[in-house]
Nanobody, 121 residues
């Protein structure tokens, strides 16, 4: 059984910073990609940032230059450093890990439970 646990959310003023860690645990053979998504009230879930196993990263245009995704592969953990936060960044942030539990198993997506980020103006 694989679990993803996010933390680090909270209430912050506009212009502030937060760091969200997401740790994957359980029976894991390899993690291919780790991502952060977010979902604001009344909106669809959107991709915020992606980090592959080869250290390649990609960002949504709305967060480029403000957010940084990084991975600690030894700890199966991905981080989202969020700077210069804006009220429109308010959302539930979800972690996604694309992984294999054994060499023979197919690639599976695992989601965390989400962590609330609220940015006040």
């Amino acid at each position: 059984q694989v679990q993803l646990v996010e933390s680090g959310g909270g209430l912050v003023q506009a212009g502030g910073s937060l760091r969200l860690p997401c740790a994957a645990s359980g029976s894991i053979f390899t993690i291919l990609t780790m991502c952060w998504y977010r979902q604001a009230p009344g909106k669809q879930r959107e991709l915020v940032a992606t980090a592959t196993g080869g250290a390649s990263t990609n960002y949504a245009d709305s967060v480029k230059g403000r957010f940084t995704i990084s991975r600690d592969n030894a700890k199966n953990t991905v981080y989202l450093q969020m700077n210069s936060l804006k009220p429109e960044d308010t959302a539930i942030y979800y972690c996604l890990a694309v992984l294999k539990v054994t060499f023979w198993e197919p690639i599976i997506d695992y989601w965390g439970q989400g962590t609330q980020v609220t940015v006040s103006s």
